[in-house]
């Protein structure tokens, strides 16, 4: 199998990784049938890169096998962002290789210097990923991967934009919905929210990034949606985070 090395992973801060650990632990209690789980927002820029890479990070550093597959096709800056790079120096192929029909499985999963911790990556984006994402190519992938790994986290773009995340949500055992603490209007959450409800798979929980705690805005957002019927929502900043729930 072939390697690919994150360089800027970095150490996070306390509060933050906490705050992590607590999600990891949370989509445990969702139950054992719940190993494919995407993560979406609303517009872009709320987080779900970071999440889903520090949550597949978390979850590989206490044994559990998890793939990462970046579904991101249009927009993709993973590899940028974090300085991932085929350790071959060979040039990288993604997911869409596969889901064309260009390259096998096995040449699209990599394993990574986080031990326990696969990736198919985006090696270049395209600009409409649409068929693939509807090819059977891509319910195989998942299904073939859910053979392989104990859990199977999917960056996807935002569901404002696009029908993506919607499409991939079909395949997938439920969905988290990231919000930016005091920046995502309430209205567009609620809709993403709606969105998801629709799809086949349902949303297990909202993560509340990037939350200044124990500012005022973090009060706002308990208030609306810290009491709502999502299933939870975690502050997630560099202080120190809150969990409201676990509904
Ligand atoms: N909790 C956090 N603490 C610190 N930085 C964060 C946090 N969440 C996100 N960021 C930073 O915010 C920026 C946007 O995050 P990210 O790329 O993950 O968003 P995204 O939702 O994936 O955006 P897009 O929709 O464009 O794919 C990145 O620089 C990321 O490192
Ligand atoms: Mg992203």
Partial sequence: MKELEIKQLGELPFGVTEALNQLRINLGFC??????????????????????????????????????????????????????HSTSGQKLIGGAHYLAGQASLEEVIYKTNVPNGYMIPVASTI???????????????????AGQFSYILLDTPPLGRVADALTIARHCHGSV?????????????????????????????????????GSRSNAYYHRYYGSSDYGYGYGHSHNKPTTNGGK
């Fill in 31 to 84: 139950g054992g049938g719940i190993k494919i789980v995407m993560m979406t927002s609303s517009v872009p820029n709320e987080g779900k890169s970071f999440l889903t890479l520090h949550l597949w990070k978390m979850m590989a550093e206490v044994g559990v096998k998890t793939l990462l597959i970046d579904c991101d096709f249009r927009n993709s800056e993973m590899r940028r962002k974090y300085g991932i």
């Fill in 127 to 145: 600009a409409n990923p649409t068929i693939l994402l509807e090819s059977d190519n891509f319910s195989r992938m998942v299904e073939e991967c």
């Fill in 177 to 213: 919905l990231v919000v930016r603490s005091g920046s995502t209007p309430r209205k567009l959450v609620e809709n993403s929210a709606q969105l998801l409800r629709r799809t086949e798979s349902p949303l297990l929980g909202v993560v509340l990034n990037r939350a200044d705690v």
